[in-house]
């Protein structure tokens, strides 16, 4: 079992920025960053590796997030800046733990991950 704890949510003027961070409670595949807005549906945001680190952007958000990784601390972060208001939501990060595709798979797929684990959501609001 894989443990997730999202921090660093809140609220946040257009233009701003907020970083996030996922503690996992053990070494993970892959870590992805999701979000979800009132009446729609949960969407990828970005992804990474944890072996080597490379990452995977939606293009919603390109050239404004990063993620990035602290193996040390089994950690993940996903920067934020020049936020809208469209991206009010609440941001959850997911596990893969194996890294491992499965045909029977029937769960959330992003960046060519399989997510098995999730984390309970911190709120990001962009308002003025």
């Known amino acids: 079992q894989v443990q997730l704890v999202e921090s660093g949510g809140g609220l946040v003027q257009p233009g701003g920025s907020l970083k996030l961070s996922c503690a996992a409670s053990?070494?993970?595949?892959?870590i992805g960053w999701f979000r979800q807005a009132p009446g729609k549906e949960r969407e990828g945001v970005s992804c990474?590796?944890?072996?080597?680190?490379?990452?995977y952007y939606a293009d919603s958000v390109k050239g404004r997030f990063t993620i990035s990784r602290d193996n040390a601390k089994n950690t993940v972060y996903l920067q934020m800046n020049s936020l809208k208001p469209e991206d009010t939501a609440v941001y959850y990060c997911?596990?893969?733990?194996?890294?491992?595709?499965?045909?029977?798979?029937?769960?959330?797929?992003?960046?060519?991950?399989?997510?098995?684990?999730w984390g309970q959501g911190t709120q990001v609001t962009v308002s003025s």
């Open positions: 997911a596990a893969d733990l194996h890294g491992v595709s499965r045909p029977y798979y029937s769960g959330i797929t992003f960046g060519g991950y399989e997510y098995d684990y």
């Open positions: 053990l070494d993970v595949y892959a």
């Open positions: 990474i590796r944890s072996s080597n680190g490379n990452t």
